[in-house]
């Protein structure tokens, strides 16, 4: 009898598992937090899968808290992501580990925020949750390597890129798309206006250029 | 029977920890990483309960690592701290908070040291800690308040004295008991020597002087 | 017959500057800026000169501009104070080359700030002006020094002072009086509002307290 | 007989520059004043230019000093260049003004570098000696431009190359040449060691390249 019970439970969350769409937390700062208004790249990413009509098979969430850093993220975690049972989790973090270095000098240390994104990612995973890591984007849109904290923001991505390589984890390198779209798109080597409005904020622009590379990494499996 | 058994196994636990020596965890930067070499507070502290008569009531354990901050902390605590099931926390840290916003420009925001010290302050009582805050002593021993970062290393005492009373706590009020003690001691107005080797660093006086600060808080209860 | 005119000549314009007068520069950054307009320090100096009567006896000049430093002045003197010829000069900079430091990694280091110090004097004075030297007011009005950069503005506050009495010149002490002013009328310890608008620029009650203790120095010899 | 002897002072003084040595005047931070020592650039100059037999044709004079920035050079180079009435000065600053922003928090601002590097030009202009500008090197030499400060590096660069096609005045891109150099020669994308010994400073290689470089423009007309 008892064993009967336990099994249609069981049967019964299975199911519940399986009709469940897939759900994908965007952790991040600023730029994810407004990535859910109108616009934005999470929705439109959300308008992306309906209109292929797969809208009912995921459930995209924004976790984005501006000033967000690194540490931010892994302080919050439990409650603003693992608490949501995600079956992906996109991590899009790094402007202003380096950003604020300058602003107001509390920035992250480079091995830093290399030791708290692996302790991320390691309990990321105990959750079952597919990580997936993305590369800040810019801060400054020129094309030569002038604009201030480039050296900084390359020596951070490479770091990610090489921590994705190292964990076997999918890369979302926004950073390289951006700049090679920006090679293309930004004769006039300005620093913002091409994909952002403000050298780090996403423009209409950005937002549709983010949720489509993004968008065959929230489908893949 | 079963109840009895069950019975037994508690009182055995119980009675190891009643005979357990205190557990006391100094948790903190490079000047607790200091502490347990000779001459160190926390070996003065050692020796100091030895003399009299109550070595074995107690386990003193350092926890420092030099350049750790508030969330460097919070990202080892598991590990360093509640694996040693402690039955005491002193919380000594803030000076890195602080002096790495001149130095690397990776300080910590104030009101990010304030949430991550709430939150280890949360984790550990979880774990039946008693948790003992001090605020950072110096970084440079000027009593006239012309060390170059005296302004933000007053603000972030003045927020660990803040949080002591909110969550009430002992607070062991270090850099209150440097300056009385430099404008007693230090006369001259110069930046080391007095208690520190370096502006920060522990000499012997400052070991000691620290020991004796604090000892009561080690024996109370 | 030339040598009868050399001397009319010499005795015209010696004339001129008898009658001419005194003319008084306020060399600066955006406080003095600021202190020309309708309310401002110097605006309210000349209108108590003229009340007292004193109207026709002095010159008020700003010569103040925003977000300058020491080397700054000392990059303009020559075409905005010495050109002006002026009986006396107020030196009222500091502020910038302390707060600069912390938003936008500019600031000035000490030594530095010293000497191009040292260096405008010795030109000032080259120039038969009377330099009156006068310590940095506030980044913050909060009383128990625990604005951020207190520690900082101290040691530059006291280095003017020493300049000041190794070059035997005049002190208008700007910081010591804004902080005695705070301790009586600051119970709250609030970091504006007080002497100024936002921690660093005057308002009304600042620019008035500003001229009166300048009064003095205008008015003397 | 008054004109008659003018005439021959005339010719005397006029003879002396004539046979005097070409003065060239190396105006710069530490890297110009390690440049005097054996093995350093100066001191490779004149030894290839004595290889060359033009020896007596030129005097090199060092007017380095440790930790200058572009307003260093402002405030001390009426005693350091002009009064050794030099034909050529190289200025080969910024590494500091840039450097320092992360350092000490006191780099130099953008515009206040271009300013001051303007005034320095006019001045030196007008005691008729020929300004050849530099960029400057390196802070790293990773060929990827992940040097933490290759973008603030790279705009203050470019800020130079503009000033020199502003005044039409010749430009030795230093800058340029290096990371030229170290695409071919440093595939380990090391950040020291191949022209520097400590990502700034250079080593033999390094002296040997800048000393290469600069031969031209010493010898130039």
Redesign the interface.
């Known amino acids: 009898m008892r064993l009967a019970a336990l099994l249609i439970a069981l049967v019964m969350v299975s199911a519940a598992f399986i009709n469940r769409p897939k759900r994908v937390v965007f952790f991040g700062d600023s730029i994810t937090q407004a990535a859910v208004k109108p616009g934005g790249y999470i929705t439109r990413l959300t308008d992306m899968l309906t209109q292929k009509g797969k809208g009912s098979d995921y459930e995209l969430i924004g976790a984005g808290i501006g000033g967000n850093k690194i540490?931010?993220l892994?302080?919050r975690m439990e409650n603003d992501v693992l608490a949501k049972q995600p079956d992906v989790v996109f991590v899009y973090i790094g402007v202003n580990d380096v950003w604020?270095?300058?602003?107001?000098?509390?920035?992250?240390?480079a091995n830093?925020f290399v030791?708290?994104y692996e302790?991320l990612i390691t309990k990321l995973q105990a959750a079952n949750a597919r990580v997936i890591l993305c590369t800040p984007a810019v801060i400054?849109e020129k094309t030569?390597?002038?604009?201030?904290?480039?050296?900084?923001?390359?020596?951070y991505s490479?770091l990610i890129r090489d921590l994705a390589k190292r964990r076997n984890l999918p890369l979302c390198d926004l950073r390289k798309a951006f700049l090679d779209y920006n090679l293309k798109n930004n004769p006039g080597n300005k620093e913002q206006g091409i994909l952002t409005t403000d050298r780090v904020h996403l423009n209409d622009t950005g937002n549709q250029f983010v949720a489509d590379l993004m968008y065959s990494f929230v489908t893949a499996n």
């Open positions: 540490y931010d892994y302080l604020h270095k300058r602003t107001s000098g509390t920035g992250t240390d830093k030791g708290f302790a400054g030569d390597f002038s604009n201030e904290q480039d050296g900084d923001l390359n020596q490479q």
